[in-house]
């Protein structure tokens, strides 16, 4: 069954520093998703991609935040300067309209020392 | 905000019986109800959804209820088994935009 996979699984970074999150969606998604979830908090809208461009944004989609389809495959999510709360799980969705259910990934814990 | 409350952060069933989860809303434009189910160290999964123009949809085991007028949606699990074990989340949207999801409800299955 296709699943929809995220890389690296764990990401340790210091205060300040970039990082890129990587997924790759199911191959005929053409709806793509950014979802995080604080510890211990609810579920959380990022960002929804379609078509090269991002269609909707939640407010903690700032300008730190940015997304980006490199590729026919990945689908990447990059905090330039990470701050100790953008600790948390952050879970990469696609689905093959925007009307259905989306298929989440397995998440990469991100931890800012 | 918070468009979506499941207020019970935690359940404990036996075997065999009912698991009633509940999530109620506040924005009577959502159309489009969902519950996932997740696992530690996994992504949420999908279990079953509804239509606001419907009132039940039943999937196997699962089944999910929406009351409009009360703004409430429950999911109902029958027979309960050990492996339903997991946070469940309900979630909403207005049809084309961004979901909108509970805090979840740890369901424990006691053998």
């Known amino acids: 069954e296709p699943e929809v996979t995220q890389t690296p699984s764990h990401q340790v970074t210091q205060m300040g520093q970039e990082v890129i999150l990587r997924c790759v969606p199911i191959?005929?998604?053409?709806?793509f998703y950014w979802y995080r979830q604080i510890l211990g908090q609810k579920v959380e809208f990022l960002v929804s991609?379609?078509?090269?461009?991002?269609?909707?944004k939640s407010e903690i989609f700032d300008d730190q935040f940015s997304v980006e389809r490199p590729d026919g495959s990945n689908f990447t999510l990059k905090i330039r300067s990470t701050k100790l709360e953008d600790s948390a799980m952050y879970f990469c969705?696609?689905?093959?309209?925007?009307?259905?259910?989306?298929?989440f990934g397995p998440g990469t814990r991100l931890t800012v020392l | 905000d918070q468009q979506v409350k499941q207020n019970s952060p935690s359940l404990s069933v036996q075997e065999g019986r009912i698991s009633i989860l509940n999530c109620d809303y506040t924005?009577?434009?959502?159309?489009?109800f969902l519950w996932y189910k997740k696992y530690p160290a996994e992504g949420p999964t999908f279990l079953i959804s509804?239509?606001?123009?419907?009132d039940k949809n039943e999937d196997g085991r699962f089944t999910v209820f929406l009351n409009k007028s009360a703004k409430h949606l429950s999911l109902h699990i029958v027979p309960s088994q050990p492996g339903d074990s997991a946070v469940y989340f309900c979630?909403?949207?207005?049809?084309?935009?961004?979901?909108?999801f509970g805090t979840g409800t740890s369901l424990t299955v006691i053998p």
């Open positions: 969705a696609s689905s093959d309209n925007r009307y259905n259910e989306q298929f």
């Open positions: 191959s005929n998604h053409l709806y």
């Open positions: 991609f379609y078509n090269n461009e991002i269609s909707e």
């Open positions: 924005n009577s434009m959502f159309d489009y």
């Open positions: 509804i239509s606001s123009i419907k």
């Open positions: 979630a909403a949207r207005i049809t084309g935009n961004q979901f909108y």
